[in-house]
């Protein structure tokens, strides 16, 4: 089984595979032609997303997100065009790494930065857990993290890619759905991806310059989505389940 | 093209800024509105209307020190409150509030301090059993010409409180409902409206002057009257496309049942009070004030907790609107009995019917208390 899910990837995840590589790639390029650091950003290739919360969940492992919260996920909607057929469609979630962050300026305490490499971080040895940051971003990407009652939020899972390691959602991503690399490189597979597909962002309209791209996203999820909600268990007090409505 | 949305798999988002927040913003609006209008009475000598002004310098002190207990009960690192003024981020209107929050809350007390010196200087001299405590309040002197400074300090220290307050909300682009210019100006209007209730909740316990009641049911209509011109306002900017913000406030809230019923209950808080108080000025106190503070309130726990149900990725409504839990209500109710707490103290310790202007400086002598009619 293990063999063959490694055969599947070797044969269709070679851009996850690929972008691996421009992540070590990248920062040794980087420091022998001191020219260029890397600028991280990720594609999600929404055709190839089937819903499985593989990457939900390695993130939550990865990162020891709390019960009542999620760094990233997906969300799931069914979507009837013109009375056609249903269609499922995926959208992963995360925090967009905006190169224009309404959540950086609003923090009294310079807690939130933006990294080197793109990422916007949170110094949890600094934040007041004061959550102006979680109202200013319009994805709702951050929490407060009940555990350490600091704000929490996706870090490009920083921590691995100083070692030259993937996202654990990307490395975990089944359907190489989550592509991640370097932007500022014109030959990362993620700067060809954008190169040779149309892509869109999550609420462009905020004009925050967001680092996650999307193929295939429909307008109609692109923002804040009108529709029906899931249905969305009460969230007590003392969590036992994660609050999707799974 | 027709597109029906349905979601299937979505995450729940809590409200990140609790009901604490909620009574932070309640308290101290009341207060530096409060505190504003004591101030033509203390400072600038208008003495006819030194009865109101002694009840609002009563509301700018108890709720002045319970609002920041609030807002620091708000933060889920409550002991690093000092790295506010260690980091002070510039782009942040909260990190230029915890700034001015203190400045605030230390001249508001120094003026309520220097306006009853003379008082505590004089109970002090007296033959009692707290004689000690008074001399100690009054720092062994009467004088209070200065005062008057501290009024104006105190008094620009409120209006800074009303600009952050304001902005600190509506800068926040990601929640329409917060994202208007008018909102600023209702947080305002709605804090001297909670004002004037809670006055006249004071006056009818403590005073029980027919005249000073229909004086403050008076003021209560014309801030009543400024609250529904701007809401009306407001809506109108919306509805008619005038102002995009304001649109896409009205847009991202206009569908829910639950906001139309909210709609019309802020209309009835704000008009039973405002015929009440305008046609029978007089034995009406008690419940225009109660209607009124619960206007002010309501209009604060609508924008925080309404705006933080509303998703901004996701469908439908969060549960955020109605307070969930003990933990929330624990904020409302403990707010509330410190408030109590500190007004019973206040009208116990403080000589509040005898607050006076300051004398001149040539004219420094301690006063004579007040006659009973002046009360
Ligand atoms: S998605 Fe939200 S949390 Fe992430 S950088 Fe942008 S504004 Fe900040
Ligand atoms: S919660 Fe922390 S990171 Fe967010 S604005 Fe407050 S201090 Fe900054």
């Known amino acids: ?246 | 093209m027709e597109t029906q949305v349905h979601e299937l798999v979505g995450a729940v988002h809590d409200a990140a800024w609790q009901p604490w927040a909620v009574q932070y913003f309640f308290l101290i609006a009341m207060s530096v509105t409060a505190l504003l209008m004591a101030l033509p009475a203390f400072v600038f000598g208008k003495s006819t209307d030194l009865r109101a002004a002694r009840l609002a310098l009563m509301v700018a002190v108890t709720t002045g020190i319970t609002a920041p207990i609030a807002l620091l009960a708000d933060l889920h690192q409550p002991f690093r409150f000092w790295e506010f003024f260690v980091y002070t981020h510039k782009s942040s209107w909260m990190a230029w509030g915890a700034w001015i929050v203190p400045s605030y809350v230390a001249l508001m007390l120094l003026f309520a301090w220097a306006i009853h010196r003379p008082e505590f200087h004089r109970m002090g001299q007296d033959e009692w059993r707290f004689a000690w405590l008074f001399r100690l309040f009054s720092l062994g002197g009467a004088a209070n010409g200065f005062a008057r400074p501290l009024g104006v300090l105190a008094g620009i220290a409120a209006l800074g409180i009303l600009v952050y307050t304001g902005s600190e909300v509506m800068v926040v682009r990601a929640r329409p409902l917060w994202n208007t210019p008018f909102l600023p100006l209702q947080f305002a209007a709605t804090g001297v409206v909670g004002a004037l209730g809670v006055m006249l909740i004071l006056e009818r316990m403590l005073c029980r002057d027919g005249a000073l009641e229909a004086t403050l049911n008076r003021r209560l209509a014309l801030a009543l009257a400024l609250v529904a011109t701007l809401g009306g306002t407001w809506f109108a900017v919306a509805i008619s496309g005038l102002s995009p913000v304001h649109t896409e406030a009205l847009a991202s809230v206009a569908g829910f049942p639950v906001w139309q019923q909210i709609a019309l209950w802020g209309a009835a808080s704000v008009a039973i009070p405002f015929v009440l108080a305008l046609t029978l000025p007089r034995n009406t106190g008690v419940l225009t004030g109660l209607i009124a503070i619960h206007a002010a309130w309501m209009f604060r726990w609508t924008v925080f907790m309404g705006g933080q149900a509303v998703p901004k990725v996701g469908s439908g409504l969060y549960d955020a609107l109605m307070p969930t839990g003990l933990a929330g209500l624990m904020g409302v109710i403990g707010t509330f009995g410190l408030w109590v707490f500190l007004m019973i103290v206040y009208t116990t310790f403080v000589p509040w019917t005898d607050a006076t202007p300051p004398a001149h400086t040539s004219d420094q002598a301690p006063r004579k208390s007040a006659s009973p009619q002046e009360i």
């Open chain 1, 1 to 246: 089984m293990d063999t063959t899910r490694r055969g599947f990837l070797g044969a269709i995840g070679q851009v996850t595979i690929g972008a691996a590589a421009s992540v070590a790639g990248a920062g040794q390029s980087a420091s022998a032609e001191g020219t260029n650091v890397p600028h991280w950003g990720m594609v999600v290739d929404l055709r190839k997303c089937i819903g499985c919360q593989a990457c939900t969940v390695a993130c939550i492992m990865e990162n020891a997100v709390p019960e009542d919260a999620f760094r990233t996920h997906v969300s799931v909607y069914e979507l009837v065009k013109d009375g056609q057929d249903p269609a499922m469609v995926m959208l992963p979630r995360l925090c967009n790494h905006c190169d224009d962050p309404p959540c950086l300026p609003v923090c009294p305490v310079e807690a939130t930065f933006k990294a080197e490499n793109g990422e916007v971080l949170v110094d949890a040895s600094k934040c007041v857990g004061c959550a102006y940051c979680v109202q200013a971003c319009p994805y709702d990407a951050r929490f407060i993290n009940h555990e350490t009652q600091v704000a929490d939020k996706c870090t490009f899972c920083f921590h691995r890619t100083q070692a030259g390691l993937l996202p654990a959602c990307v490395e975990t991503c089944v359907g190489g759905a989550r592509n991640f690399g370097d932007l500022n490189d014109p030959e990362s597979e993620v700067s060809k991806m954008l190169r040779h597909n149309e892509v869109s962002v999550l609420r462009p309209e905020m004009h925050t310059n967001p680092n996650v791209y999307y193929i295939g996203l429909d307008d109609v999820l692109d923002g804040r989505v009108a529709g029906e909600a899931a249905y969305h268990p009460e969230m007590a007090a003392s969590v036992q389940h994660h609050g999707e409505g799974l």
